[in-house]
């Protein structure tokens, strides 16, 4: 898979490409990254990327021909066009599907937005993608472009030490993952519940699904009335 992030800070991104999961997916080589300052694109003097909003109004608007201009020179040349993605609180939620549906794409073009957010020609120039990682607001786009890459990137075979490891967890089969132990058996008068230790892995399995659906229905009832809702609609 290829990523490229178009970015005013694209430092922050080298430490996160060279760490744990992503890292060890850069090194196998399944991912190549780049960043691109779209800074570099600009064309005046002060290398100004924003200006103030027509109407009037607070803050600061992303100019669109610095970011299309980057978008363009990445992908002169080739003959398969990426999805382009704006990291934007305006967009669609980000979800474990959505992940995974992304994975699956050969190249990925992440625009990380600051200040008041982008010039809405960028939207009518270029084909995009809005996608947001919940409904908060961030400094900027990079945070969001991270925990995107992330979760995308474990997906792909070969980046976890067992693929099957991301399987059972939380929202990959439409519900929160069930508890987990380890050693020690026994800590500060909490016990490893003994079917855990019994060697029968059907009653395991059952156990496991049982508990998956007791905690989603405590803390996230809304993924299961979704569940429900997927399998009647299929």
């Not at 070969?158 to 050693?183: I, M, R, V, W």
């Amino acid at each position: 898979m290829r990523i490229d992030v178009l970015t005013l800070f694209p430092a922050l991104f080298e430490p996160f490409f060279s760490t744990s999961i992503v890292g060890r997916a850069v090194a196998n080589k399944l991912v190549a990254w780049r960043c691109v300052n779209f800074r570099d694109f600009a064309t005046d003097v002060h290398r100004s990327v924003d200006d103030r909003p027509f109407g009037g109004g607070p803050g600061m608007v992303l100019m669109c021909p610095p970011i299309i201009d980057a978008l363009e020179s990445l992908e002169a040349g080739e003959k398969a066009e990426p999805v382009r993605i704006l990291l934007t609180p305006q967009g669609e939620p980000f979800t474990q599907e959505m992940a995974a549906e992304l994975s699956r794409q050969p190249w990925l073009v992440l625009v990380c937005g600051h200040y008041e957010g982008f010039d809405e020609r960028v939207r009518s120039v270029k084909k995009v993608r809005e996608i947001s990682v919940g409904d908060y607001i961030l400094s900027g786009g990079e945070p969001a472009a991270a925990v995107l890459i992330d979760a995308v990137v474990r997906l792909l075979p070969g980046a976890l030490g067992h693929d099957e490891s991301c399987l059972d967890e939380s929202f990959s089969n439409g519900a929160l993952e069930y508890p987990q132990y380890t050693k020690p058996r026994e800590y500060r008068g909490l016990s490893v519940p003994d079917v855990l230790l019994s060697g029968d892995h059907g009653r395991i399995a059952a156990w496991r699904k049982e508990q998956a659906l007791l905690r989603t229905r405590r803390r996230r009832p809304d993924l299961l009335r979704r569940v429900a809702r997927c399998s009647r609609d299929g």
